[in-house]
């Protein structure tokens, strides 16, 4: 049981290029997101998937598209890197019904650095 | 902006004391609060939770309390071990969508430091 695994653990990408990040749950769940983590700024929601075949706006969504493969993988593309995405994202994901919480299980990162 | 913040960025205690992380939050409304640890180059890991129709929560070495009245969360850890020192992250559940399965809104907080000296 792997929990939530990220790929790859680094990139380095020039101004413009494209890329996608890649995220895989082995827990079942249903709710999937990625975030990114910037220094002084906590974490900030860029998009989520509440269940397989739905996806939506986070706080921080231009510059970034998603795709929920299936209800195991959820990734994150950025089709023209710009400077300002460098930072460290995170997936996670979270079984939710109507009627419960439950916290967000993440992975260990992808730390992106744009140049 | 966020609604979640902390009273103090930077925490140091001796190895053996109690710690005690402190936490704000803005929204009345806001009916499920987490805690996570994170230590360097790792992601965010769930220590422990609570509801809003309770005011304590115990885990192994942990306590969670929260005050609706003043709307502040606190973490604290017994018998602080240097296995502890890491970034300390609340974060409020401020929404629940009404998606298909359902999904959080969280709003983390920036983080609280926690150095463990031997």
């Known amino acids: 049981n792997a929990g939530v695994t990220q790929t790859p653990k680094f990139q380095v990408l020039k101004t413009g290029q494209s890329m996608t990040l890649q995220c895989a749950q082995d827990?079942?769940?249903?709710?999937m997101y990625w975030y990114r983590q910037d220094p002084g700024m906590g974490l900030r929601l860029i998009y989520y998937s509440a269940s397989e075949g739905t996806t939506d706006k986070g706080e921080v969504p231009n510059g970034y598209n998603v795709s929920r493969l299936n209800k195991r993988e959820f990734s994150l593309r950025l089709e023209s890197a710009a400077p300002s995405q460098t930072s460290v994202y995170f997936c996670?994901?979270?079984?939710?019904?109507?009627?419960?919480?439950?916290?967000?299980?993440f992975g260990n990162g992808t730390r992106l650095t744009v140049t | 902006g966020e609604s979640v913040g902390l009273h103090l960025p930077t925490l140091s205690v001796q190895e053996g004391d109690n710690s005690i992380i402190n936490c704000a939050y803005s929204n009345s409304a806001s009916d499920y609060f987490i805690w996570y640890k994170q230590e360097s180059g790792k992601g965010p890991q769930f220590i422990i939770d609570i509801r809003s129709n309770m005011d304590k929560r115990q885990g192994q070495r942990v306590t969670v309390l929260l005050n609706k009245t003043v709307k502040h969360l606190s973490l604290q850890i017994a018998a602080t071990q240097p296995g502890d020192s890491a970034v300390y992250f609340c974060?409020?559940?401020?929404?629940?969508?009404?998606?298909?399965?359902?999904?959080?809104?969280?709003?983390f907080g920036k983080g609280t430091k926690l150095t463990v000296n031997p």
């Open positions: 996670a994901s979270s079984t939710t019904g109507t009627d419960y919480n439950s916290p967000l299980h």
């Open positions: 827990m079942n769940h249903n709710s």
């Open positions: 974060a409020e559940n401020i929404e629940r969508r009404s998606e298909k399965g359902g999904s959080e809104k969280l709003v």
